[in-house]
């Protein structure tokens, strides 16, 4: 059985099948899924963290069906993500971001925080301890009370990450994480991934439109082109698929491919 | 370390003022101010509670031992800032703009009317007012009763945000007020607009007067509330909440029980609201539905907004420089524009004596407020006490 496998997902938008009959499964690792703009990818990704209901297929998370579920049980089983576009509690300082977070881990009542209860004090100085723990690990421990909005770009992509990591997830969904950074952050941020891989036994779903970052990290690759998916394997595999090509590039004669979708 | 006498002197002189001058509103603005200067003051943190605690606990009862009026004004504030607290849960943490607060407060006032007085013996039979000693029941009777009202509200609303939120929040206000002036038929719940009278009070400790003893408690119901709200926002709860009013999407996605916290953030606020309503109610004997107004729904609001979205001690100075400004600023520019008019004063060669009835101070009072809003949403839009993150200890 798969640590996280979906089944003939499908979600329409009105008359616009956004996904249809889409398969996706994964172990272990890093498994990428590309895609022109506009191919679904984002689409399946809400669909996987439950903030999107699908209209036909299932999604199990260790064995459990998640369609059906709220997101924040979502993330209490086990599955956190990121955003295309950044979207952190801007108002907030970086290590509150990232004990945000930390909500699902928590099992405090109203009472303990009333009382200041001893557990309550023992929980939150353990989660503070975390919170440092994770921003160091992003390389962001020197901002922690810095507001999040006052943070620069790369900063705030990586302290994104830092809060997809506090609630312990074993899967992490990354929605173009590298979106906007240079090759050498890229790079960078890369590394960081498959540090978490190899030390967390994290698996890792990329969305990722930076192709020499997606060859290089990915264990995997799935293409997605008008919510279908039309090849998956190995990098190499994908990078030579005359359908994806075709995806991509257009066929030759056929005229672009770019004027259908738009 | 010039501040440390300059914080006690302040203090001292200006209550002194205050004995002296029993009448003036300027100087028992001045004795509020000391207390603002105290709380900004660079002194020891000891020096400072000691000086608020003094000046709370000993001169402000020994002033409005002085004039009563003072003391009442005093209570008034506590009342507004325990309302304007609460709403800060739900609309400066939460980021849930609700127009119909005062609908807690409400229903907290008209549980202890009904039962704290004989009008219960219309519903059920005999056996009331209950006994003074209930009142102290009652606060947590109110306290329970507007939470679970703030939950009744929650529930329908939880989808909806900003103006819809807005607009449905106002609704509800409106809702409960028109209920109160309506629910005298068939069965006799409120009295409708002729209110409820009289109330019971409880008995004083210490044979306490009734002004002082309403003045302690809500002194004592706001600290308790100022406490209880520091250690929400404090913790993962207050954490959820404002996340919730950040990014609601992204909240939800980082495992933030959306349903549960909304409705919590409903339920503390309300509870505040519902504490204060007992509270009113036996300090005026008498309510009826025009002291739960729309406009007094925006008048907490426009507390919270004025004193810092957010901010506890925003909260607190918004409310006091609201209520305090509504009761004595106002009211005292206009007596004093009419003694100017009365003693035929001529300002650039026109006598004040000839101002027409409609130039009349009295009648632009709220006016000066508005105005004063508008200056200062333009000038300072974040508050006078604008919420302040925490800054953690890092270790190592």
């Known amino acids: 059985m798969a640590l996280f496998e979906a089944r003939r997902v499908t979600k329409r938008f009105g008359g616009l099948t956004a996904l249809h009959r889409v398969d996706f499964a994964l172990e272990q690792g890093i498994a990428s899924i590309i895609g022109p703009n506009g191919a679904g990818k984002t689409t399946l990704f809400n669909i996987f963290t439950g903030l999107y209901a699908a209209d036909d297929g299932s999604v199990t998370f260790r064995g459990q069906p998640l369609l059906g579920l709220r997101p924040d049980q979502i993330t209490a089983l086990g599955i956190c993500r990121t955003f295309q576009n950044i979207r952190l509690f801007s108002n907030m300082t970086a290590i509150e971001n990232v004990l945000v977070g930390m909500n699902s881990r928590i099992a405090l009542g109203l009472w303990d925080v009333l009382s200041h209860s001893r557990r309550f004090r023992r929980t939150e100085s353990h989660l503070a301890a975390r919170a440092i723990a994770l921003l160091d690990r992003v390389g962001l421990q020197a901002n922690a009370n810095a507001v999040a909005r006052s943070l620069p770009y790369g900063d705030r992509r990586r302290l994104e990450l830092a809060r997809a990591l506090a609630p312990e997830p074993a899967l992490l969904l990354l929605d173009e994480p590298t979106a906007g950074m240079t090759q050498g952050e890229a790079g960078t941020l890369m590394r960081l991934l498959r540090g978490l891989v190899a030390d967390l036994g994290l698996a890792i779903i990329l969305i990722e439109h930076n192709m020499r970052v997606v060859m290089e990290v990915s264990d995997r690759v799935t293409v997605l082109d008008h919510g279908e998916k039309i090849a998956e394997g190995s990098p190499r595999e994908v990078q030579e698929n005359v359908r994806v090509i075709e995806a991509y590039l257009g066929t030759r004669g056929a005229g672009p491919r770019g004027a259908r979708r738009a | ?396």
Request: net charge positive.
């Open chain 2, 1 to 396: 370390m010039i501040q440390v006498p300059l914080s006690v002197g302040v203090v001292a002189v200006s209550a002194l003022a205050v004995a002296m001058f029993p009448r003036s509103v300027l100087v028992f603005l001045l004795f509020q101010g000391s207390l603002l200067f105290v709380y900004r003051a660079r002194i020891p943190e000891r020096l400072r509670w000691s000086l608020l605690a003094a000046a709370l606990l000993v001169l402000m009862p020994v002033i409005g031992y002085f004039n009563s009026y003072y003391l009442e004004v005093a209570t008034q504030v506590g009342i507004f800032v325990a309302l304007a607290l609460g709403l800060n849960i739900v609309v400066g943490l939460a980021g849930l703009l609700d127009l119909g607060y005062v609908a807690f407060f409400a229903v907290g006032a008209y549980s202890w009317a009904i039962f704290g007085s004989p009008h219960a013996n219309i519903i059920l039979r005999g056996g009331f007012p209950l006994a003074g000693w209930w009142f102290y029941v009652f606060l947590l009777v109110g306290l329970a009763v507007a939470a679970t009202t703030g939950i009744l509200l929650g529930l329908p609303v939880l989808r909806l945000h900003g103006d819809y939120l807005a607009i449905v929040t106002l609704g509800f206000g409106e809702v409960i007020r028109v209920l109160a002036n309506n629910l005298d038929k068939p069965i006799n719940f409120t009295n409708g607009p002729k209110g409820i009278t009289p109330i019971s009070r409880p008995p004083t400790p210490f044979g306490l007067p009734y002004g002082e003893y309403f003045y302690f408690l809500a002194l004592l119901i706001v600290v308790a509330v100022v406490i209880v709200n520091r250690r929400l926002e404090d913790s993962h709860i207050g954490r959820a909440w404002e996340a919730i009013r950040e990014d609601e999407v992204a909240a939800r996605a980082m495992g933030v029980p959306l349903v549960r916290m909304k409705l919590m953030a409903f339920a503390c606020g309300a509870s505040f609201a519902g504490v204060m309503g007992v509270l009113f109610s036996a300090k005026q004997v008498f309510i009826n539905p025009e002291s739960f107004t729309f406009l007094e729904s925006i008048g907490v609001l426009a507390m919270v907004i004025l004193g810092g979205m957010g901010s506890i001690p925003g909260a607190v100075v918004g409310a006091t420089v609201v209520t305090v400004l509504n009761l004595q600023v106002l009211k005292g520019f206009s007596l004093w524009l009419n003694e100017l008019k009365n003693a035929g004063v001529t300002v650039l060669g026109y006598s004040l004596a000839d101002l027409p009835t409609q130039f009349e101070p009295a009648k632009y009072e709220r006016m000066v407020f508005g105005v004063i809003l508008v200056l200062m949403m333009i000038f300072r839009p974040q508050g006078i006490f604008p919420a302040r993150r925490r800054q953690r200890e890092l270790g190592g």
